[in-house]
């Protein structure tokens, strides 16, 4: 069992920088794969950005890559999505999940969820 909670969303305007953190409960966090995923109102949830166990291994969406990312600290049960040069159309509320062993980029494939932050990028 994991539990999830975000922290770190707000208003930032357009070209701004903000971080997301995701702390888990817990003592095994480090077998859970972690993703970034976000849904934006009168859109389906889209995936952001995954990370592996170690973190040693991510990927991103293409809308997102080389503006974010991801990593985590598994002595601090973290994972952030540290987020530049942010745009209008990256407002959205992010979620962070956690799936056991391998990340995916599916959102089904994830079992455990947080509550949710809002992002809002001013133009």
């Known amino acids: 069992q994991v539990q999830l909670v975000e922290s770190g969303g707000g208003l930032v305007q357009a070209g701004g920088s903000l971080r997301l953190s995701c702390a888990a409960s817990?003592?095994?966090?480090?077998?859970?794969?972690m993703g970034w995923f976000r849904q934006a109102p009168g859109k389906e949830r889209e995936f952001v950005a995954s990370i592996s166990l170690s973190g040693s291994s991510t990927a991103y969406a293409d809308s997102v890559k080389g503006r974010f990312t991801i990593s985590r600290d598994n002595a601090k049960n973290t994972v952030y999505l540290q987020m530049n040069s942010l745009k209008p159309e990256d407002t959205a509320v992010y979620y962070c999940a956690a799936k056991a062993f391998a990340p995916s980029t599916r959102h089904r494939d994830y079992g455990y969820w947080g509550q949710g932050t809002q992002v809002t990028v001013s133009s």
């Open positions: 817990g003592r095994t966090f480090n077998y859970y794969a």
